[in-house]
Each structure stands twice: as C-alpha cells, then as structure tokens.
C-alpha cells in the first residue's frame, strides 16, 4: 500500500524530501507559496533522479506522485508523516503546526530544523505528543544521516516509527538522547565553520585555502571515520589515551577563537561571499550540485565495497530492494543504474566494470540457488574458472541497464552461466558474457561436492532453462 508524506517547504531541504520520499515509492504532496517552488523543486528532483539509483545496486520502487498543494492544509490532509521544512522561526513553525492540527490528528510531524528545541517547538501544540525533529543534511536524496530529537511532551512510539521510516528511505537515523540546542551535527559543524570565519577575517586564509585544508586531509578520514575514531586511531597502539597525552596540552594553546565569532558587518560579509563567487567561478549552482552528487556517488559507493559507514547504510538498502526471482525464464540478476565512477577516459563503461557486472550477475545466481553469503561463511562457495566477454554497444553513466542470466550447465561440481546485458530503455543487447563456474571448499581451496540443496537447485534451474 502507497504511503503519503506532506511536505511543507520547498526549499532547498523540502525538495530534497520530496525527492527522497517519491523515488522511495511514497506519495508526496508539498505546500510551498513561492511562485518558483514548481520550478525549484522539479531541479532538485531532476537531480535526484540521475543521482540516487547510482547509489543501490537494485532497482528502485516505482517512484509515489508527486502533487502541488495549493493550500498547507490540502497538502497535509491524509498524510501520514508531515515533514515541516519552514524557515528558522518559531513563530512561523507554531503557525504551520496549528494549520496542520486542524486537518490532520494521526500522523507524525516532523520537523527539519536545524537546531530549535523540539520542545520549543510544541510548546503551543494541542497534541504535542506526535512532533518530533528529524533534521537531515543536504543533499537529502543522497545523504543518509537523519537526526532524531524528542522534546519533552514526544511520545517515544513517534521516535520509532520514524527509525523504521527513515531506514526505509536508506537513511541512518541518529537519535539524539538528549535535547540539546544545535544537536549534534550541527554543533560540530558549526564550530569548524566559526574557526574558518574567523582565518579569514583575520586575512590567515582565504576561502579557497580554509576549504583546501579540509578536502584534501581531514575531509576524506571524516567521510568514513569521525573526530573520535580517527584520533583513537592516530594514537597508535596505544590509542586514544596515548592521542590524549600526546596532543592534549595542546588544547589549552590558544589556537582557537571558539567561543567568539567575527562581526558580520557588510564589508566582512562581501569578503566572505565574493571570495565564495571566486571559488565557484563559471559554475551555477546546478554545475556544482551535480559535481558535489557525483564525488558523493563515488565517496560512498567506495564505502559500500567495505561494508563501511555510510556505504553499509546504501548496501542493505539495496539488499532490502532486491526482487524475488521467476525460475522459469532467464533470471533479471542485474537491473541497475550505471554509476559514474565505472567510466572510463572515452566517457563510457570500462572493460573492468563489464566484469564487474557479471561477477555481480553471478552472485545473485549463486545466492537464488542458496551459496549466500552464509553458505560461503560455512566454507563453500563457487569459483570462477573461466570467462568469455563481447562488447557491442556503448554503455554510458546513467544508463539503466538489466542483464539476464541462463543456467546453461549445472551438474555436479559445475556451474555455467550465459549473461546478457541489455539496454532497459530500448532492450538493445550491449553486451554478453560465458562464464564457467566450478564449486570449491574454501578450506581446501579445491573443488568439492555442492550441499544437496544447492546442487539440486543448480540442475533444476539449468533443467528449466534447457527447456526454453
């Protein structure tokens, strides 16, 4: 059953809901009274269209709808999480909240500040009991990190409906146990960005430089270790206590201005964003969002691999959206978005990744005849022996693609299979692939007798097959 969310806002974090939401397989109606909202958000979901099903290596759910509101109480009328993406004013969000009340008594309200007490925030609510926050970072489509925040009249139910909603989404909700001005995140951040206004009031750095100093160090350990675990890490053996002693008087040193910011006169402010202007030079900002997706795209599909981070968040999303397979036909083991790290120079998909693919194609084989991961756990698996790749027709980023899988042998120790990728839009075949599998005890690392039941699969499937 198609589920409803309302989204009022949007912006730039209202859009990216919209975004998430609808290519979720939710139905989704937003209440925004910019005239340009129409405009504004379809750029956003133009994006995250080409963008988030690089992320999973499973087709998507067929997107929800998504509709217009005229009025904030047509949008949030029936839905079943209302996402509030308002500006940052309490007395604008108490306004919204009461709207809401009138039409809609069930479903959750979520709130995407960035940092206003949730408490704060029902203060003035007949039924404050389901108001949560649920503050995400941008872009929202891409990102998995929701921050969750009770205020104190919250009912706790409300906190775990949204872990279950959000991680149905391929997010990671964090619940933030305590309610605190900024939360977590964004106390973290902003103390980095305080530190970085002030290098550059004091002319130490500009803006270039503050943000070289970030991308090209700490920026990438942070992408897939936080503050605590790579300074635990840099202690070497001995840790973070030996990081502690080693570097701790350090923080009594006055090398920061933390606890001040500049004055934000006209002059510092024009300082500040023309040398922001300078940085971007001929890029808009849809250049740079789609550049800022990619770099994403690769950080965590890069992530993925490992298990790893927001990686393991991306994984198990695709592992939830796999579909069930029909045995009697050439198996769909591949129906996915070519993602823009498996290109190559001439702009197209490298040899590397056609094996990629099939190796992928050959996995999902050998978990529908039951050698998953906790049959290979166990020690057993299947070897690839041999294998024999066509190239016929380009394959770009961005493509989705679908391969279908033949069992053309499958006898005792052995394992074949005939793969053929094929363009989705058009069914052009871009490519085939042989591949002759032996099955292996991966204590041994020789060739041995499949389980009963996984034998018995594999000659049924290649019975099936023959016999199309």
Sequence with gaps: MTKTAAIIGGGVIGGGWAARFTLNGWDVKVYDPDPEAERKIGEVMTNARRALPMLV???MPEPGSMTLCSTLEEAATGAELIV????????????????????NTDGIIASSTSGIMPTDLQSQMAHPGRLIVAHPFNPVYLLPLVELVAGEKTDAQHIEAAKE???????YPLHCRVEIEGFLSDRLQEALWREALWLLHDD????????????????????????????????????MRAMLAMFGPCLKWPWTKLMDVPELTDDFVNKVGGQCETQAGDLGPRDLERIRDDNLIGIIRSLKQNNWGAGAVARAHSNALRPAM????PLLTQNRVVPVD??????????????????DAAEEVM????????????????????????YIAETHAGERVHVYTTVTQGEGKKLRC??????????????????FMLHVSLETRRTCDPAPDVKAKVEALAALHASE
Aim: net charge negative; proline share 2%.
């Design 57 to 59: 290596d499973q087709p």
């Design 84 to 103: 509030e993406a308002v500006p940052e004013r309490v007395e604008i969000k108490h306004k919204v909240y009461a709207q809401i009340e009138a039409v």
């Design 165 to 171: 909603i959000y991680s149905s989404l391929g997010m």
């Design 204 to 239: 130490v750095a500009t803006a270039d430089e503050i943000d070289a100093a970030i991308a090209y160090g700490p920026g990438l350990r942070w992408a897939q270790m936080g503050t605590m675990q790579t300074f635990h890490l840099a202690g070497g053996e001995g840790g």
């Design 326 to 329: 029909d045995d009697t036909k």
């Design 342 to 359: 498996w290109t190559d120079i001439n702009g197209h998909m490298n040899e590397g990744r056609y094996g990629q693919i099939f190796s």
């Design 367 to 390: 978990a529908h005849v039951g050698a998953d991961e906790a049959y290979i756990e166990g020690g057993l698996s299947y070897f690839t022996v041999e294998t024999t790749v066509k």
């Design 418 to 435: 005939f793969h053929e990728m094929k363009r989705a839009s058009d069914g052009e075949l871009m490519a085939t692939c042989d591949q």
